[in-house]
């Protein structure tokens, strides 16, 4: 990572109008989430994804899904955000239109005082019905209390469209940014992936940042930073605003 990519991408930063944030997992990893599909602990690693990723295998697959999803969220509550969500935070609160565009479903990036975010895959903030699409919260057992109906976690499984509107509000905000920063994700997850590339081809700077940037061939208008989020975005915040 050199300086000087560091101190003209902070000039960008600094006299950017718009801005948009997209997150993957590995901004979480850093503050010790599981990845779903990458590294030792991946979290698809533990389980048969069929089983509990797909509705029909998490409705066969009662309760052990459910158990699984409920830990999943006790450990994202338990965890702390990180210096590069606390970074993200900071550069919405100095420019004039901000949107957080995230695959992450831990709620980290609003507890670090991010607002105005569009969850792409949903979260596990709490789990709903999918009989009457009620909210709950976390229980023991996975029985709806408005309708008796079978909870889930409010997340986007596999087969699943993404949030009604969620991938519209991306796509306005991206290809009307100058700035757009794609962070800690592989930028291989469709149909997320199309959000920085809708920035991309509309002209507006694409800065990845990522330690592993193989298979990511990006061409004009973006330039990568290898580095975990944590180093790399509170540096550019504190070259762009010192």
Not at 32 to 61: C, I, K, M, S
Not at 71 to 88: D, L, M, W, Y
Not at 112 to 134: I, K, Q, Y
Request: proline share 6%.
């Amino acid at each position: 990572m050199a300086q000087n990519d560091l101190e003209n991408l902070a000039a960008l930063l600094a006299t950017a109008k718009r801005v948009v944030v997209f997150t993957g997992a590995g901004v979480s990893a850093e503050s010790g989430v599981p990845t779903f599909r990458q590294a030792a602990n991946a979290l698809w690693d533990e389980v048969d994804v069929r089983n509990f990723a797909y509705p029909t295998g998490y409705r066969r697959n009662q309760p052990n899904a459910w158990r699984w999803y409920a830990a999943r969220a006790a450990k994202t509550r338990e965890v702390s955000p990180n210096a590069g969500h606390f970074a993200i935070a900071d550069i919405e609160r100095r420019v004039d239109e901000f949107l957080l565009v995230t695959q992450n479903i831990d709620n980290l990036h609003q507890r670090a005082g991010s607002r105005n975010v569009v969850e792409l895959h949903g979260n596990l903030r709490e789990p709903r019905c999918f009989e009457c699409g009620a909210h709950a919260a976390w229980a023991q057992d996975p029985v709806c209390e408005a309708c008796g109906g079978l909870l889930r976690p409010d997340v986007v499984m596999f087969e699943e469209e993404l949030p009604a509107g969620a991938l519209d509000l991306a796509r306005e905000a991206a290809e009307s940014c100058d700035l757009l920063f794609s962070v800690g994700t592989s930028n291989l997850v469709w149909p997320a992936t199309e959000v920085p590339r809708y920035a991309q081809r509309a002209g507006a700077r694409v800065v990845i940042v990522n330690p592993d940037m193989e298979g990511q061939p990006w061409g004009h208008h973006v330039t990568q930073l290898v580095g975990a989020a944590g180093e790399v975005l509170p540096a550019l915040v504190r070259l762009a605003w010192p």
